[in-house]
């Protein structure tokens, strides 16, 4: 093999290692070049069409179960049974990000069923039916989710456990 044939193999060889390397950092690269916007709940209601398809974080509860996974705003916890209260918006957990932290979140045993819940911090790409608000009840099929229920979603890119003074 010549010098020049060499060169000609390891050039495209480096490429391709520098373009997979950069595919397999590609979520770190977007959160640098395009961090996600810090938003409340309240945000969402108001400016889902700015955020549409775009990154955000925000804190808030993680409920997961057999045909259950949203992110509320609030839940209540009485007699051990718990509620989700506020706006909730569906998880649609594309990465399963949601099975690696499992075991780190409280769970209540319901009809021989299993709930997880706890108090998250989650980055993730913002969706929104055009017509149908978060807060609204929608007409069953036409949102996302379990029976397309829930009018929002996000698809979770990062997941943290935050403390909480929950049962």
Known sequence: MTKKSRILFIIPLIIFLILGFLYWKSEWLIMLFWPPKEVVFEDLLIKE????EKSVV?????????????????????????KSTGAAIWVEDKRELIGKVLE???????M????????????GQFFCQEKW?????IEEGKGYGYLGAY????????IKILEWGGN
């Open 49 to 52: 069409d700015e955020l549409q």
């Open 58 to 82: 925000l804190e808030g509860f993680l409920l997961k179960g057999e045909k259950l996974s949203i992110f509320t705003e609030k839940i209540n916890v009485e007699d051990g049974k718990i």
């Open 104 to 110: 780190n979140l409280k769970k209540e045993e319901r």
């Open 112 to 123: 021989e069923k299993i709930i997880y819940y706890g108090k998250v911090r989650l980055a």
């Open 133 to 137: 608000k978060c807060d609204e009840e």
């Open 151 to 158: 009018g929002c979603q996000i698809i979770p890119t990062r």
